[in-house]
């Protein structure tokens, strides 16, 4: 009957469809060899004559696939899983470095490795080695099956700065190294308040302010080179370090206004003398100054989800400072309400406010204990 007939075609059809498929392969094959030998008498770059070679393995791999050959396929995947991933870290066979320039074309090429490495290869790894569970010799070879790269890789030797817990390296950043270097000396002292060799003159604070602007702006620039790219692993890693490096300079800059802001407030010693209002909008400046320097740490993503702000010194810095200049402020006010200054204004409102300033100023004084200074 006709249900007997379609049961014995099935298999000779199958048959045809496996045949076409594995000619085509060794089709795609033969050419691959040939790519790869076009490649190497033209002598093209090593980054090319490895990629075209990670190809031809890709495809003996689906030819050994397409044969029921298992192990077989399972090496030819791994190893063009492992050249992929190599030219994605930027290293050739020995290790040794291959790529120069983390330029915008190749962070999208690194990504395209990767997702390829890991989204396309892998699968067909992991299905290689299970359908291959009896074969000795293949369980008993180290296989590369990792689902990401590692992210343990050494800093590479240089000039690095610490952020939030990261070190980040100004080797690929010449120019921005070059005004780092311009820097390094009053950023290790910016925070040293009550050190008077530090104090610095209004030529020298307008001429850091200069060099910590440059800096910002150099590396605005820098990460709008990488906002039109597809998104991947390594272009966010970039984007997050630059950002990283953004929120670094940001930071130094609103601390060096505040520091400069309250070292003439001291020189002038007008904080009791000065009307009262005047000071009260000092000090609102200045918190305003220091809540910024608290957002710009809670708010930055390239702090990572695993982030914590109360484990980082900079927020604790910026921390106390906010809790300080509160206390600061409450004090002007209080004299605002003191000297009647203030329309309906009494005397038990004005006590009200030094009662909370003095509770400020408690907390203050464990907030700086937390970061380990004395500010007042």
């Known amino acids: 009957n ?27 094959v033969h050419w691959a060899r040939a790519l790869e030998q076009v490649v190497a008498n033209h002598e093209s770059n090593v980054v090319t004559q490895r990629e075209v070679h990670s190809y031809l393995m890709w495809m003996l791999g689906n030819q050994q696939l397409q044969r029921q050959e298992y192990a077989a396929a399972f090496r030819f995947y791994n190893s063009s899983r492992s050249i ?6 930027g290293t050739g066979e020995s290790g040794t470095a291959i790529t120069t320039k983390d330029t ?57 700065l610490e952020f939030r817990g990261h070190e980040i390296s100004l080797e690929p950043y010449p120019p921005l190294a070059v005004l780092y270097l311009k820097l390094e000396q009053r ?9 008077e060799e530090t104090k610095m003159s209004e030529d020298d604070f307008l001429q850091f302010l200069t060099d910590l602007d440059d800096a910002l702006r150099w590396t605005v620039q820098e990460a709008q080179r990488y906002d039109n790219l597809p998104e991947g692993p390594a272009v966010l890693a970039k984007r997050t370090e630059l950002a ?15 520091q400069h802001q309250e070292d003439r407030l001291a020189a002038e010693g007008n904080i009791f003398t000065a009307h009262a ?29 695993d982030y914590n702000p109360e484990d980082d010194p900079y927020w604790l810095e910026a921390q106390s400072h906010v809790v300080r200049i509160r206390a600061l402020r409450c004090f002007q006010l209080a004299r605002l ?8 204004a009494t005397t038990a409102q004005a006590l009200a406010l030094l009662q909370q300033c003095q509770k400020l100023q ?15």
């Open 2 to 28: 006709s249900n007997t007939g379609n049961a014995t075609t099935q298999p000779a059809q199958n048959g045809k469809m496996k045949s076409r498929i594995l000619s085509r392969l060794n089709k795609a």
């Open 84 to 89: 992929l991933l190599e030219l994605s870290e």
């Open 104 to 160: 915008a074309a190749q962070l999208a090429r690194q990504d395209l490795w990767t997702h390829r490495a890991n989204q396309l290869l892998l699968p067909l790894i992991r299905f290689c080695q299970y359908e291959a569970r009896d074969d000795e010799d293949l369980q008993n070879e180290t296989t590369t099956t990792s689902t990401t790269t590692s992210s343990s890789k050494a800093l590479p030797p240089g000039m690095t």
């Open 187 to 195: 950023l290790q002292h910016n925070n040293d308040d009550n050190d």
């Open 244 to 258: 990283s490096l953004q929120a670094y300079f940001q930071y130094h800059k609103l601390s060096l206004q505040r």
């Open 277 to 305: 209002a005047e000071m009260f909008h000092v000090y609102e400046a200045l918190l305003q100054n220091a809540q910024a320097m608290v957002d710009l740490n809670q708010n930055d993503e390239a702090s990572g989800s």
């Open 337 to 344: 309400y003191e000297s009647s200054s203030v329309a309906g």
């Open 362 to 376: 408690r907390r203050a004084v464990e907030e700086v204990a937390a970061f380990g200074f004395f500010l007042f």
